[in-house]
């Protein structure tokens, strides 16, 4: 009998377990601020390069630097489409998170994105990922056990075909992107909206049925605690940047200093 490596990605045991995972936010284009991230205790990276400047080439070394550290790297892409996936899964990234998935098509197209053939249509051409991730049983093996697919919802289109979206097969975690539903229902910003809490509702209610776990942005421990008793478990932490600002405003707010407000006092 073939050997099978008997390691499991950690942030899907802890999904399956029930538990929280909360993951930092990567913007800048630095391996060392992802290895530092990846070692203070979070359980993910959500290493992004949709809203960054991140490059392949930067990303094939952020997950070289955090081998070896607690946080698994996970990749939010442009686009939800095949090229996109296949291309950070061969530089060793072990999730992909894909945005705007608002209808049951681009749900199926995710998960087969990630998963080789005959159920997917990842081809092979792993490079750096087989050395990043080592098994006996081979990578497109390991993988296929490992590799995880998040879709954002975050589209009202996404929200009326929510039943069909959760009853798709292999779907790791439902994310809602609150601010951009927020804007595709109409009331911009306004999270506390009703419209917006409705929505949010039909997504939990529909991964309850599938036994989907559900994710969505959180910032501060009030908000996690929070949203853990709704039903939340996968969590995205603000970026590195948001974090050096928590970290630094209150010794600089102990010395009357302050940054400059750009909505009160433009940059231009």
Not at 10 to 37: C, N
Not at 141 to 165: C, H, L, P, S, T
Request: charge should be neutral; hydrophobic fraction near 45%; aromatic fraction near 8%.
């Amino acid at each position: 009998m073939e050997a099978q490596t008997e390691w499991e990605n950690p942030v899907k045991k802890l999904l399956r377990e029930g538990k929280p995972v909360v993951g930092a936010t990567i913007t800048v284009a630095s391996p060392d601020v992802a290895a530092h991230a990846a070692n203070m205790g979070f359980d993910f990276l959500w290493i992004e390069m949709e809203h960054s400047p991140i490059t392949l080439e930067t990303l094939r070394n952020m997950i070289l630097a955090t081998r070896g550290l607690k946080a698994m790297p996970i990749t939010r892409v442009p686009v939800n489409e095949l090229w996109t996936a296949k291309r950070v899964l061969d530089q060793g990234s072990l999730g992909v998170i894909f945005p705007f998935t608002s209808t049951p098509e681009l749900a199926r197209q995710a998960v087969a994105a990630c998963r080789y053939g005959p159920e997917g249509g990842r081809g092979f051409g792993p490079g750096l990922a087989m050395f990043r991730w080592p098994a006996p049983e081979g990578y497109p093996q390991f993988a296929d056990k490992n590799v995880m697919v998040i879709i954002i919802i975050e589209q009202a289109r996404a929200i009326e075909n929510i039943g069909q979206i959760a009853s798709t097969p292999g779907i790791d975690v439902m994310f809602i992107g609150v601010n951009d539903l927020s804007y595709s229902l109409g009331v911009g910003g306004q999270l506390d909206h009703p419209k917006e809490q409705e929505a949010i509702a039909k997504v939990l209610a529909a991964a309850k049925r599938h036994n989907i776990p559900v994710g969505r942005p959180a910032g501060s421990p009030e908000e996690v605690q929070r949203y853990v008793k709704e039903g939340f478990q996968f969590f995205q932490a603000a970026s590195e940047l948001g974090l050096m600002a928590a970290g630094a405003r209150p010794l600089l707010q102990s010395l009357g200093k302050s940054g400059i407000d750009p909505r009160k006092q433009p940059l231009y």
